[in-house]
C-alpha cells in the first residue's frame, strides 16, 4: 500500500471518504431521500468533511486508514 511504502520517509497516507454532503450537486434531491441513506439521518454538511480532514492532519500517528464520514452508510443497508 501507499502507506506503507511512503512510512519510511515519514509520509503518511490517509482517505477520508465521503457519504452523500449537502452541495449543489444534490440541489434538486429530495432531502428526506439523502438522509435515508444514512443509519444516522441526516446529511453531512461541508464542515463535517473538513473536520475529517483537520483530524488526520493532526494525528500524526494514523497512516494507512479511510476515515469514513457517511452516518455509517458504509456499514450496508440496516
Avoid at 7 to 36: C, M, W, Y
Avoid at 57 to 71: M, P, R
Amino acid at each position: 500500500s501507499l502507506a506503507m511504502e511512503y512510512a519510511p520517509q515519514g509520509i503518511r497516507v490517509n482517505v477520508v471518504a465521503p457519504g452523500v454532503v449537502d452541495t449543489p450537486l444534490h440541489k434538486n434531491s429530495p432531502k428526506e431521500f439523502l438522509r435515508t441513506l444514512s443509519p444516522l439521518g441526516r446529511i453531512s454538511g461541508a464542515k463535517d468533511i473538513a473536520e475529517a480532514v483537520l483530524y488526520l492532519t493532526e494525528a500524526s500517528q494514523i497512516t494507512g486508514e479511510v476515515l469514513h464520514v457517511d452516518g455509517g452508510a458504509h456499514l450496508g443497508r440496516w
